[in-house]
């Protein structure tokens, strides 16, 4: 078993608690008051994109604070686990509830151009590009169980807490990325987004098992074993989701227009069937 990396005096601990918790209540209480604006406003915002939004903060911040992310530094299950609400769950959660649609909503003029030229610049078209997202989020776990990054990871408070926030980062890139609600700077074709979401589910699913059959260093086979089953239903279970979602964009897409090009060939219709009764009627007449 890896050492579990202490966090000094239970007084100590407590209060690491409550300043992490800062930034959990600041993000849930900025979401709500964007949304009140709103209504203030006579915008109505759907209420179950602010579910979403606590939901999504609540699970990542169960990854850094809290019993689960205690009990992550000696257990590997339950660090499958929080790795499950940080990079999958939360993200997932997250995107579904828009902030930047809420921000560019809620801002000023100046703020929301400024926000609107930041998704447009170059870094964010090429982080948001489904495949540069894949590689960040999958290839990081690649990164994070084949080398001796994990072992530190157990070992060292900093590592820890910055392998977990790109964890949480590169899995909202990914999702945003496939399923994305927000303003994008470009977005995918269906084809190319379903490509990356399959091979990424593969690729995460190849994992799992390696895990199962050579668990990280100072892992015991017991837990590596549940572990990685965790890993790989609960991933499961998520993509699941992404591709029901992307499934039903790809619908919803194609629906439009074949209603548009119902439209105009029933325009068409008219047109021709107008002018030959016109034509008719001309010739009656003469």
Excluded at 254 to 279: E, I, P, Y
């Amino acid at each position: 078993m890896i050492p579990a990396h202490t966090h000094g005096s239970p007084s100590s601990g407590v209060s690491s608690d409550l300043i992490a918790l800062i930034p959990v209540l600041v993000a849930i209480a900025v979401y709500l008051a964007a949304t009140a604006i709103g209504r203030q406003r006579g915008r109505s915002w759907p209420w179950f994109r602010t579910v979403f939004w606590i939901a999504g903060v609540l699970a990542a911040a169960a990854g850094f604070i809290g019993p689960l992310a205690a009990a992550a530094h000696e257990s590997f299950v339950a660090h499958m686990a929080a790795h499950l609400l940080v990079g999958m769950a939360a993200p997932l959660l997250l995107v579904l509830s828009a902030p930047m649609t809420l921000a560019l909503r809620t801002l000023g003029v100046d703020p929301a151009r400024r926000l609107s030229w930041l998704l447009r610049s170059p870094l964010a078209r090429v982080l948001t590009h489904p495949v540069v997202a894949a590689a960040l989020n999958v290839g990081g776990l690649w990164v994070l169980y084949r080398t001796p990054l994990y072992e530190l990871m157990q070992r060292d408070v900093l590592v820890h807490l910055l392998v977990m926030l790109h964890v949480l980062a590169a899995g909202y890139l990914y999702t945003y990325a496939l399923v994305g609600i927000d303003p994008s700077p470009h977005r995918s074709g269906f084809v190319m987004r379903s490509v990356v979401l399959v091979s990424s589910l593969a690729a995460h699913g190849i994992l799992a098992k390696v895990l199962y059959a050579h668990p990280p260093p100072g892992v015991p086979v017991a837990d590596a074993h549940t572990g990685a089953r965790l890993m790989f239903t609960g991933g499961d279970a998520v993509d699941f989701v992404l591709i029901v979602l992307l499934c039903a964009e790809w619908y919803r897409a194609t629906g439009r227009r074949l209603g548009a090009t119902t439209t105009t060939m029933s325009v068409v219709r008219r047109t021709a069937t107008d002018a030959q009764g016109g034509s008719r009627r001309t010739k009656g007449a003469s």
